[in-house]
């Protein structure tokens, strides 16, 4: 056959077809999605300060759009939900890729709230004696040179800071906002990747130990990587089975209520294979972001390694978007494979909660202790996910709220009591601290009482809300798994708190620095914040039961 005839084929295909219809515009409620378009234009013109603004001027700048920015989307937040899109208005914006409703708007008010605390934190300044007449904060005075090296030294000499800090705290919480929102999983992914990356640069940006800090992002981004790609195959199987992205249309054909099947994809669809594996497969990723025991290799080495206001940021933040996300796949995508998740998140609960807290009785120094008592947390919170029942979401929105305030107090706590090296995070270090700082360590106290979940602290408020909604569940061996769990974490937590009141202090000890008011509010408000939902949780609660409905 010719080439002429072959293009004349071509031509008269084209031509004989129908004509094409016009693309239809997409239609994006802009003013339901302004809390994560806010922040991401901040984290855009953050960028921008980087590259425009004298370098003498750029962190008040960046303070300045990262806390007006937090503070006026969570202002958006609370005016879409007094507006209604909580409870009656609740609906699926962006084209059915974003969801609005109680849940979704519950998790991006505490995700903002500890976004804000988490900007006073980056910002501290005091903490570090000044370095060549210049205040320093926990990062490295310039990112990319040779720990050393140097030009580290001429970095520090000139007085740099990374300032980068804040537009990459502000990309990922635009990303975490999305991720317990998305309604389809391309957008889940998406969201997953926009919070994660951020992450992987600012756990290797501390001033100090910077070696250990490049190994903690190192092995997080790594291990991040495996877990993104394991999501990755997950979803392309499930969108094998659904034929649709979107978790409305995957839940229709998991209960068999799907009325217009594709003739090209009834072959593979409903195959049950692709089902299991695919959820099995994202639910591994989700676990992964959880820090859920066996996932959860990845927690302590970067707790530990981090620049320790980033651990505090992310340990609060990312539990919360990663549960609000695997709520939302298991209420709505999957409901009708309950017969078959229950089982497994079973095991993982069990081992997460005793794996926790047995592991944590070993470790020497404090911000690994905190990574296994946060890993032990995902397992009291899986205890309420399995409840599968409307007060099972409400218990868990609230733990996450009270969790959140908590976690970030606590690591603002650990930046204060310093030695010659930065941070005293050796236990042996913080002996006697009750004497030498009272206040400090009747601060870190408070916190670490509320992590054993002791009553008139939100701990207690929080792990009562889970496991009675587990128990009510038909979980009844959780709770006590949960009991015994949280009975083994109290004796750590205790210890910590004898060995800083009835320890002698060592004349060689760390000293305990004084904050500049931004840290001091941040440790303030993780006070009040535990003080008031372990006394009067009730409006909290109720708070939580309201959002606690999601649409589908």
């Known amino acids: ?167 990459l705290l502000l990309f990922a919480i635009s990303g975490m906002l999305v991720f317990p929102a998305a309604n389809d999983l391309l957008t889940l992914f998406v969201a997953l990747e926009v919070f994660s990356l951020p992450l992987y640069l600012l756990c290797a940006v501390a001033r100090r130990k910077r070696l250990m800090s490049q190994e903690a992002a190192v092995k997080y981004f790594l291990l991040g990587a495996f877990a993104s790609a394991f999501t990755l195959f997950g979803i392309a199987l499930l969108y094998g089975y659904a034929g649709s992205m979107s978790y409305a249309t995957i839940a229709h054909v998991v209960d068999g209520t799907v009325t217009n099947v594709d003739p090209a994809l ?86 997460t909660m005793l794996g926790g807290a047995i592991v944590a009785i070993t470790q020497t120094d404090i911000k690994r202790l905190l990574a296994y008592s946060s890993i032990a947390h995902a397992g009291f919170i899986l205890a309420g996910v399995i409840a599968t029942s409307p007060d099972g979401v409400s218990s868990v929105l609230f733990y996450l709220g009270a969790y959140s305030f908590v976690t970030i107090g606590a690591f603002a706590v650990v930046t204060l009591v310093r030695d010659a090296g930065g941070e005293a995070t050796h236990l042996s270090k913080w002996a006697g601290l009750g004497r030498r700082s009272p206040l400090v360590a009747a601060v870190f106290a408070v916190f670490l009482l509320a992590f054993a979940g002791i009553p008139l602290t939100s701990g207690f408020a929080g792990k009562f809300a889970v496991f009675k909604a587990a128990a009510e569940g038909g979980a009844g061996v959780l709770v006590v798994v949960g009991v015994i769990s949280s009975a083994i974490a109290a004796f750590f937590y205790i210890r910590v708190i004898v060995l800083m009141f009835f320890s002698e202090p060592k004349p060689e000890g760390p000293t305990v620095a004084v904050p500049s008011p931004l840290t001091t509010t941040a440790i ?8 008031v939902l372990g006394v009067a949780p009730q409006y909290f609660l109720n708070l939580a039961s309201q959002a606690g409905v999601f649409v589908r």
């Open 1 to 167: 056959m010719s080439a002429s005839a072959v293009h004349s084929l071509w031509t008269t295909a084209a031509t004989a077809a129908e004509p094409i219809s016009k693309i239809d515009a997409p239609k994006i409620e802009y003013g339901q999605l302004s809390p994560t378009l806010i922040v991401l234009g901040a984290a855009v013109v953050g960028v921008l300060v980087e590259a425009f603004v004298p370098r003498k001027s750029r962190y008040y700048a960046q303070v300045f759009v990262a806390v007006v920015a937090l503070v006026a989307a969570f202002s958006a937040v609370v005016a879409l939900a007094a507006g209604g899109y909580g409870t009656t208005k609740a609906h699926i914006a962006a084209m059915g890729a974003v969801a609005v409703d109680g849940p979704a708007l519950f998790l991006q008010g505490t995700i903002l709230l500890a976004g804000i605390l988490g900007v006073f934190t980056f910002a501290e300044r005091r903490l570090d004696p000044e370095a060549h007449g210049n205040r320093v904060d926990a990062f490295a005075a310039q990112a990319a040179s040779v720990p050393g090296s140097d030009s580290e030294k001429a970095a520090v000499k000139a007085g740099f800071t990374t300032t980068e800090v804040f537009p």
């Open 266 to 351: 009834a072959g593979t669809m409903g195959n049950d294979v692709l089902l299991l594996m695919g959820m099995a497969l994202v639910v591994m990723g989700l676990l992964f972001k959880v820090g859920a025991v066996p996932f959860h290799m990845w927690t302590p080495d970067v707790y530990q390694g981090a620049p320790t206001p980033v651990t505090g940021f992310m340990a609060a933040a990312t539990k919360v978007a990663a549960f609000g996300a695997l709520l939302r796949l298991l209420y709505v995508v999957l409901p009708g494979m309950r017969w078959d998740w229950r089982p497994v998140m079973w095991a993982v609960a069990i081992v």
């Open 524 to 531: 303030a408000v993780g006070v009040a914040v535990t003080l």
